[in-house]
């Protein structure tokens, strides 16, 4: 098994939640507005609406620390990536979206990068390890 597909934790994501994901990004990405390059940066994404997630970024023991609201940016199959208000200290958390229209999905990530962009805005991301039962 290729060492990409394998949780910290020993997980798998296998072919059943794959497929689950698949079908949860495309629903994530037709909810996600479509991004507008601002005319001062245009290498900085500017949405007109958020889709709002609950974060809880997970200690090395993989125990939960205190949850917070983010704002998805993007979300797919292999990568998730959000703004948020304060640094995170954790590299891996658990994302938790909810909707009408979605449902609730939750994802296992592996945080990988954070930006700090004007305004106090926070912007990190990395990759879905797996999906975890609602």
Known sequence: ??????CRWGGDLGSASR?????????LSA???????????????ETSAA?????????ESGSACETREVEVRRF????????HGAPLAN?????????AC?????AEVQLSWCRYRSGGVYTSGGRVVRIRGA
């Open 76 to 83: 797919d199959v292999d990568r998730v990536s959000f703004d």
């Open 19 to 27: 497929e689950e994901l698949r079908r949860h990004a495309a629903q």
């Open 91 to 99: 590299r891996h958390a658990v994302v938790v979206l909810e909707g």
């Open 31 to 45: 909810l996600l507005p479509r991004p507008r390059p601002r005319a001062s940066d245009a290498a900085v994404e």
């Open 102 to 106: 979605l449902g609730r999905l939750v």
């Open 51 to 59: 889709l709002h997630a609950r974060l809880t970024p997970l200690d």
């Open 1 to 6: 098994m290729p060492s990409w597909n394998r």
